[in-house]
């Protein structure tokens, strides 16, 4: 029994916990070019990201000091950012000073999901794979050497643009399977990721296309956050909102096809 949904998964927030690691060094990135002046709080990268554009974290961390740096009455072609830069003290925090054996905040990740459920996936008929905004190298360490996935279809940052276009998720659907008549289930955590499935619809009408939205487990222990962060979501175009991606059981996936 095969090919009943192709599931695809985001990686950040969904597989993995990100909030002392990627999240982390965007604040440390903006506290630095800022010169110490601002340091974003969780819930200024969430708003800054709800806008549904903000997926690569680099750009994330460039957007904020641009608009800190507004704020102080600077103009944004005054600024003069190199982004080189940015993205070279980003990961020396997050990939840490060996790039090949990272030894970073990438280290201090908490699994969200364990090898077990994607066997359950394929136990039950469901294909699956993985596209994200992560680097490859960063993607491939947490499926290959973390939840110990072996050979994983991946489509990463290097390999696609950015979400919300759909390109990627595309990507992946076809090295699974490209059949037209089987439907597909994005789950991700980001107003992003939630675009993305309304874009791929717009490519692929004729396929039923799902969002699946899973909470990020820094908005877990705030319930007011919750719920705004459940409303943001689904007024993006997810069909279920989840605390964690384990809870999107075999029920659950077919009450949505």
Do not use: C
């Not at 709080?41 to 904020?64: F, R, T």
């Not at 003290?89 to 970073?104: E, L, V």
């Not at 699956?128 to 939840?147: P, Y």
């Not at 979501?233 to 991606?245: M, Q, R």
């Amino acid at each position: 029994m095969t090919n009943l949904a192709i599931l695809v998964f985001d990686i950040d927030g969904v597989l993995r916990d990100v909030t002392l690691s990627y999240r982390r060094a965007i604040a440390d990135t903006v506290e630095n070019f800022t010169h110490n002046a601002y340091r974003p709080s969780l819930n200024d990268i969430d708003q800054l990201k709800s806008e549904g554009i903000w997926n690569n974290d680099w750009k994330v961390s460039e957007e904020l000091i641009y608009r800190y740096s507004e704020n102080q009455g600077q103009k944004r072609a005054e600024i003069n950012l190199n982004y080189e830069e940015i993205i070279k003290f980003f990961q020396s925090r997050y990939r840490g000073t060996d790039p090949i054996n990272f030894n970073g905040y990438i280290l201090t990740e908490p699994l969200l999901v364990n090898k077990n459920y994607f066997e359950m996936l394929s136990d039950h008929g469901f294909d699956w794979g993985f596209f994200s905004g992560a680097t490859k190298g960063s993607a491939q360490f947490i499926l290959t050497k973390r939840i110990g996935i072996e050979n994983p279809i991946l489509v990463a940052m290097e390999d696609a643009p950015e979400k919300p276009d759909p390109t990627g998720l595309l990507m992946v659907i076809n090295q699974i399977n490209a059949n037209s008549n089987i439907p597909v289930i994005y789950v991700g955590d980001t107003v992003a990721d939630m675009y993305t499935i309304h874009k791929a619809k717009e490519k692929d009408p004729s396929r039923l296309w799902i969002a699946v939205g899973i909470l990020p487990p820094h908005i877990l222990t705030d319930q007011n956050r919750k719920e705004s962060y459940i409303n943001t979501l689904k007024n993006a175009g997810a069909s279920v909102v989840l605390d964690n991606v384990e809870m999107l059981t075999k029920g659950i996936i077919e009450s949505l096809l």
